[in-house]
């Protein structure tokens, strides 16, 4: 692989994370989602419906308040997981333009250390209850 194609690659991934990240800022959010449904709620006349609408923004709220306050993610795991897949991304590039025989041994070398990222930064990204140093509580 030449480098000229790597860096291509890469700021076309970077490119891609940016319109994700500009799409989720868009989107709103559930404070959006309840601010929608709180105005839809002055306008219903009494009834069912309404009764049944401001029960789900009680529950809205309740589930951001528990959100907010409870759950929350583990920075440090997000950055070990990150900088794994980079260790990762390495490893398997020097694996595939290495010449000497054994640079084979590389591929286990870069799918074990991608795996152990891969699973540590999607565990850390999952918002649940944390303990002082991070670790999920159950």
Request: aromatic share 8%; net charge neutral.
């Amino acid at each position: 692989m030449d480098w000229e194609i790597f860096g291509q690659i890469v700021v076309a991934l970077l490119a891609i994370g940016a319109a994700l990240l500009q799409y989720q800022r868009n989107r709103g959010g559930p404070r959006d989602e309840i601010r929608q449904d709180a105005e839809l709620l002055k306008v219903l006349p009494e009834g069912e419906a309404r009764a049944r609408l401001l029960a789900h923004v009680e529950a809205s709220v309740e589930k951001l308040i528990t959100r907010e306050s409870e759950l929350r993610r583990d920075p440090p795991g997000i950055v070990l997981g990150v900088f794994s897949l980079s260790v990762a991304i390495v490893i398997g590039y020097f694996a595939a333009t290495g010449s000497l025989p054994w640079t084979v041994l590389l591929w286990p070398a870069a799918a074990g250390v991608g795996l152990f990222g891969a699973i540590g930064f999607v565990d850390a990204l999952q918002r649940s209850k944390r303990n002082a140093q991070g670790r999920p509580v159950a």
